[in-house]
Structures are given as C-alpha cells and as structure tokens.
C-alpha cells in the first residue's frame, strides 16, 4: 500500500535560549554563560512589598544573604552579602557605586523602577576591577518602549509590627530581685516586706509601668504611590517616573517620620543608523525627623534605666521625675536630615559597522546633605512643690544648636567597544576592551553652639556662647583608572569559554604600588546540548557545567590614604596662655604602613545549571 511519513521538527525554547543576561558592560545569552550570575526580574521584586529594595530580594536571588540591621524609618541599613562575604559592589544603570554609598542608594530606589538585577558571584566581577571582590549587584532601570504614551499607577498601603520586644520584669519581680541583690551584697532588703506585698498587689500607687509599653506604639505605617508614563516611536522613546513613599516610627512620644521623593526621567533617540543618545536623570529627596535625644543609646536606657517601680505621671499630672525619658523625647527639640541626590548619564552609541558598537558614558552623581539638631533643657516639676521646677535627670544642661552639610561629586566617565562575529555558523566571538575613569570630590562643613537665646528659633545666630562650641569642615577626593578587556567564545553553543583582564590604578597608594592586574577566566559545558542528550531533552532542556577562576581587587579601606600621616590639630587644646589666649597644638601622628597596597581575592567556582519540566524547575549550584 501507499507508504505515508511525517517529519517531526523539535524547535528549540527560544524564551530560554534567547534570555539575555545583563553582564559587565554589556548583554550575554543565558545559554552561553560561563560565570556564577543570578538574574530578577523588576515583576518578581515587587511580589513582596516593602520599603526597602534589598528586603524585596529576601529568599529570591540564591548565594544573596539579606539581613534587616534595624527598624529605623529610612536607615536602609540592610546587610547584604554575596556567599557570606563582605558588601558587594553596586553598578546601577551603568554607574559603579562602592559598596557603601552604592548600598544605600540601592536599597532606595524606587521598586516601581526596576527592570532587571543580575547578581555577579565569582570571577565574573573581576570585569569591574576595584572594590569587585565581593562580588557585584547589576541593576538596570526601566525605558520607554515604543507605542502611544501608556500611564501606570502603582500604591500601596502597610502595617508594620514590631518582630520581637523584649519581656521586662513588672514592678513585684523587679522589687524580689532588688532585695536579693542588696541581701547578696550584704547591704539589706531595699524593699520591706509589707511595700513588697503592695507591689504584688498592684493597688493605687503601686502600679507597675511597662515602660516598652509607654514609650513604643504596637505597629506604624508606611505607603508608596508610583505614577508613570512611556512612549515613544522607531526613532525616540522616553519614560517618565514619580514616587512618594513615607514611613512612621514606632515612638509615642517625639514621633519619627521619613519621607522619600524619587524623579526619574528616560530619553532614547536613534538621530542616525549608526548614532544613538541616551539621556536619564534620577532625583532623590529624603526627609528624616526624630527626637534629638532618642540616640544609639535610648533603647539601652529604656532597658537599663527605666524601673518598672516608678509610675509615668506623678499625682499631679506632671511626668514623674526620675528616669522618665517621655519629657526629653516630646519636649527636647527635633534632628531633621534632609538629603538630595541626583544621578545623570549620557550615553553615546556609535556603530559603524555590523556588530560594531563604540559607547561613551558620562556618569555623574552629586549628593547634598544637610543636617540640623536642637537640644533643648527640659524641666520636671517637684511633687510637694508642683509650681517650682529643676532640670530633668535625662536632660541636658544647655540648650544647644548644630548645622551639618555635605556635598559630593562623582564623575564617571567611561568609552569601550565590543565586536561580535561568527566564522563557520559555529565558532562564535566577541570582544570587548574599555577604559574608565572615576573621580570622588567630598567636602562638609559643621558648626555648634549652646546658649541659646529662644528655643522658638533655634539657629546659630541666636546662640550666644563663646567658649563652647564646634566649628570644622573637610576636604578630599580620589582619583582611579582602569583598563579592562573581554573575550568570550562558543563552539556552537555547545563548548564556551570566557576570558577577562582589569588593569586598575588608584591615587590611594603610592607610586610603587598603585597598580594592580586581575585576570580572570572560565569554561563551560553544555551537556543538554550532545547529540547523546536527546533521549533526555524532554524532561531535562537545561544542563550547564561551568568551572571559573578569578583574581579581584579591593582598595577600600577605613582611611581614603592610610599611608600618608597626618597630624591632628586642636585649636586652643594646649595648656599654657600665649598673647591671653589659649595655644594650638599638634598631636605626634600614629604609626602607618608605607607599603600597603591593594587587597586581592583569589575565587575558584564549579557549578552547574539546569532546567527540567519545560523549566518549570531551574536551580544552580
């Protein structure tokens, strides 16, 4: 009879073997890489909601250790570690931050923004040169696509709750552990046997105060709205953001409020077939407010100094003198901080021939920082006397005004190429080779001084003290180059290799030892793609063996120059009079390392990735 076939053609997922993966300095297809990367995608970080970026990553990015540090309002002060190492480096829309600036400034974006993060883990950082060693944080922001202009709103409200508050004695346990530390001591019960029934009791004037309880609330609030727009054509696309987010404290009295402001702005435009100009500007504003004397030290106090014995009011409606911290907090004046930072990049794209690209950047990122505290005197009143008053225990003895500002300027200006090409449909290249330049310019000033005339305007001007006060300021930078260099290669897919080379040089050295190469490589396999893997290709797509070892270098350390000394000048701090007037003085300058240079890593990594049930379930190691 009639002999009938069908030919059966198995098209590969394009969706998984097409993914692009952002790199140094670039893009990669996921199927080619060689280096230990993770990806996010903007969707996913905002399937958690929260204030934070970096707490919107908890338990979703592997190797990525999260840890909340405190539950100030905007303190951002999340620790974030690649592999239990140290902070990594931050490169946010092509912009290299260091890992402490760089962290804060992740940590505030704007979740609404974020397109993609890709997480470097191991050689593959050493693109990035200094301060890469503990690995690198990619995050690229969101652009306009073409189409009609397309609007989005994005709000959310959140009730936060406290985690964990200690339990504290009530007032009868904390009188039984009194009498028996003062029986050890050999001085005596301090409570009598009929006041320590009366504790237990709890009748009027023995009532026991949870001064957790009293001082903190049990939840704040905190909610962000996010409106933005894009559009564009073949020819220009822009995108257009704006956020408001604001978080309450936990404190009663004195509260604590922040507010962030976020601007963002995205223009594209291909002027030539060969030119294309990105533009993107980000404006942050920050506002934080608390009470002055709620410091490092305040929860300790409230631990270790509030008595559970002493009542929150006296029987005259005033607050009970003593350790109670409620006056100073409500009535001991205001710290205000208020923070402007503002990130534009100009990108330059020239291609003069297929696969050819020539990209400037100008990076500059600019800080403005100012900070203003009052400390007022605040009074208690006696109890037989409620008319007179005296200084409050937990006060301070002067009223007092400080002034704080801060500027930074980084420059960040960066040309490189890459080159991709193919020879035989199955030897596959590109090239890569670039230089970068980085300048910091930091400057603050600071000025303080008691004695004020009114607390209802609390400025310098009005202070009136000659001898106590503060006045200094700072001036500094640094420079560094580098140099660095890329080649991958693929054999059909199947067979990978990746080589990078950075040659940085920075001014926080000296000559003998400013410059440092860190070379880096890896390998890869992928086994799903062998001809002996097709019996397994329905179940298992993805099998990737990769192997990779790397040199990366650190120059961050506590001091900008740690091998130049310095001397510390005091002005009036000597000890003997000189034309009526107290003497500066000098101190002798502490001992320093001259030969102290860059701190290098050395990281070996294997792994492997894969992909199972119509990747359903991915993993690597």
């Known amino acids: 009879g009639a002999e ?163 339990k504290v004695m009530n007032a009868a346990q904390y009188a039984e552990i009194s009498n028996e530390l003062s029986m050890n001591a050999g001085t005596g019960p301090t409570t009598t046997p009929e006041e320590l029934a009366k504790w237990q009791a709890g009748g009027p004037g023995y009532e026991s105060t949870d001064w957790l309880d009293a001082v903190f609330k049990k939840s ?35 509260t604590e409020d922040y507010d962030r ?26 506002d934080y407010e608390r009470p002055t004397y709620m410091n490092d030290d305040f929860y300790n106090h409230i631990l270790r100094r509030a008595r559970p014995v002493r009542a929150v009011y006296d029987p005259n409606g005033y607050l009970m003198s003593d350790i ?57 009143h006696y109890k037989d006397n409620p008319e007179n ?10 009223d007092q005004v400080s002034e704080y500002s801060l500027k930074t300027t980084y420059l960040n200006p960066t040309v490189y190429s890459n080159y991709n090409f193919s020879l035989k449909e199955k030897h596959n290249f590109t090239v890569l080779g670039g230089f970068q330049a980085e300048i910091m310019k930091y400057r603050d000033m600071e000025g303080a001084r008691t004695g004020l005339v009114t607390t209802d305007l609390p400025v310098l001007n009005l202070t009136t003290d000659a001898d106590s006060y503060t006045l200094k300021g700072l001036y500094k930078n640094w420079k560094n180059a580098g140099f660095f260099g890329r080649i991958n290669y693929d054999y059909n897919g199947k067979y990978l290799v990746e080589g990078n080379l950075r040659y940085d040089g920075s001014s926080r050295f000296r000559r003998g030892n400013r410059w440092i190469l860190t070379p880096s490589f890896s390998l890869g396999w992928n086994v799903a793609r ?45 000890k003997w009079l000189q034309n009526g007037a107290l003497t500066s ?26 992909g199972a049930l119509n990747n359903r379930l991915t993993g690597s190691f």
């Open 389 to 398: 008053t005296y200084t409050a225990l937990t006060s301070a003895n002067k």
């Open 530 to 574: 062998e001809n002996f893997w097709e019996k397994l290709a329905d179940v298992v797509e993805v099998f990737k063996l990769r192997v990779s070892y790397g040199e990366l270098a650190n120059q961050n350390t506590t001091s900008w120059y740690p091998t130049y000394q310095t001397l510390g000048v005091t002005t009036n701090g000597g």
């Open 4 to 166: 009938n076939s069908v030919r059966v053609v198995l098209k590969e997922d394009e969706a998984v073997l097409g993914e692009v993966v952002v790199v140094g300095y670039g893009t990669q297809k996921k199927q080619t890489l060689t280096g230990a990367i993770s990806t996010l995608s903007g969707d996913k970080v905002l399937t958690t909601k929260s204030t934070s970026v970096a707490q919107s990553l908890q338990g979703k990015i592997a190797g990525v250790q999260i840890r909340q540090q405190d539950g100030q309002p905007g303190s951002f002060s999340s620790m974030v570690q690649i592999r239990g190492f140290g902070s990594p480096l931050y490169v946010i829309d092509g912009v290299v931050r260091d890992s402490g600036d760089g962290g804060s400034e992740f940590q505030r974006l704007n979740p609404e923004d974020i397109e993609n993060i890709s997480v470097l883990k191991d050689g593959a950082a050493a693109i990035y040169g200094m301060n890469a060693a503990n690995g690198v944080v990619i995050i690229t922001t969101k652009k306009g696509r073409k189409g009609k202009a397309r609007f989005n709103y994005n709000g959310s409200f959140t009730a936060i709750f406290p985690t964990s508050m200690m």
């Open 261 to 286: 402001y976020t601007i963002t702005a995205k223009i594209s435009a291909q002027l030539t077939k060969a030119l294309k100009v990105d533009y993107s500007n980000r404006w942050v504003r920050t």
């Open 324 to 380: 109670n911290y409620i006056g100073v907090m409500r009535d001991g004046g205001r710290h205000n901080e208020q923070k402007d930072a503002m990130a534009q990049q100009l990108k330059i794209t020239v291609t003069p021939l297929k696969n050819w690209n020539i990209i400037g950047e100008m990076n500059i990122k600019t800080d403005n920082n100012w900070n203003h505290w009052e400390q007022f005197v605040v009074y208690s």
């Open 585 to 610: 003085v000098a101190s002798v300058p502490g001992l320093i390392s001259t030969s102290l240079s860059w701190e290098k890593i050395k990281n070996t990594n294997i792994g492997f990735d894969f």
């Open 220 to 254: 704040a609030g905190s909610q962000q709205h996010t409106l933005s727009v894009e559009g564009g054509s073949d020819k220009m696309t822009y995108y257009l953001s704006a956020n408001y987010m604001t978080q309450e404290g936990f404190m009663r009295y004195g």
